[in-house]
């Protein structure tokens, strides 16, 4: 029955986590079509899943301590997967909770693969901003360091499109 309730919370873990891959894919379209509100709105449902990920992960320990408790193990080890699969004997049960592994395992990397090609795009977009805003202002061409007013003779000049001695 232990092993049940473990199963049944690493698959809703799964369903969570794949609900966060979708939003992955929106993000990134959001990102790309430069919808701040869009970003803001995703980050938000982004939130509530995390939260949802802790509690489920909360239970997934307990639950993974009771299967301990079942086969005999009174510590609260801190077992992977694989290790505790070990410790199930009967054929059927290791086989449910290898593939439920499997399976997390492989949603778990392509939202990490999303969330790095997020990132990338977020970091390009940053990159692009910084660029435009230097080809608007310009950039000095020495490093601005405070120099008293009386000294008009090192005055940094930026030659932009906006220029305010105008």
Request: glycine fraction near 6%.
């Amino acid at each position: 029955m232990a092993l049940t309730t473990l199963i049944e919370l690493l698959e809703r873990l799964d369903e969570v986590h794949n609900q966060m891959l979708e939003l992955a894919a929106e993000k990134k379209q959001t990102i790309m079509d430069n919808k701040v509100d869009g970003l803001i709105d995703i980050l938000n449902r982004e939130s509530k899943l995390m939260k949802l990920i802790g509690q489920l992960e909360e239970q997934r320990i307990a639950a993974a301590y009771t299967v301990l408790q079942g086969v005999g193990i009174r510590s609260n080890l801190n077992l992977n997967l694989t290790e505790l699969s070990r410790l199930i004997f009967d054929p059927e049960d290791k086989a449910r909770l290898l593939h439920i592994q499997q399976k997390l395992s492989g949603t778990l990397h392509r939202l990490k693969e999303a969330n790095e090609l997020n990132q990338k795009l977020i970091e390009q977009s940053l990159t692009f901003i910084d660029y435009s805003l230097d080809l608007l202002v310009g950039r000095p061409n020495q490093d601005i360091t405070y120099h008293h007013p009386s000294d008009k003779g090192n005055g940094v000049n930026r030659s932009g499109i906006f220029d305010a001695r105008g």
